[in-house]
């Protein structure tokens, strides 16, 4: 847990502070509008990982009845 708060700190502090000097957005648009669109891609991020996960699962389960199908079927009584 430590080591990820260090990773957001080292993360945040140099591009805040480059943020805060830099002169290059046309549309004046301030530091809370790349936090809110930052958090925009978040949640879009967070709700990517997921339907990922289900996505793969399904086409495992397919791919299993799939198999289980084509399978040669092995009688008792030989």
Same mark, same amino acid.
């Given at each position: ?14 591009a ?6 830099s ?5 004046n ?5 790349? &936090?809110? /669109? ?6 879009? @991020?967070?709700? %990517? =990982?997921?339907? &990922?996960? /289900? ?6 389960g @397919?791919?299993? %009845? =799939? ?12």
């Amino acid at each position: 847990m430590r080591a990820l708060i260090t990773t957001i700190v080292g993360t945040l502090a140099p591009a805040s502070a480059f943020a805060a000097t830099s002169n290059l957005s046309a549309d004046n648009s301030g530091m809370f509008v790349w &936090v809110f /669109l930052g958090f925009c891609a978040l949640i879009v @991020v967070a709700q %990517v =990982v997921p339907a &990922v996960l /289900l996505l793969t699962g399904m086409v495992k389960g @397919v791919v299993s %009845v =799939v198999k289980e199908e084509l399978a040669p079927v092995t009688s008792k009584n030989s």
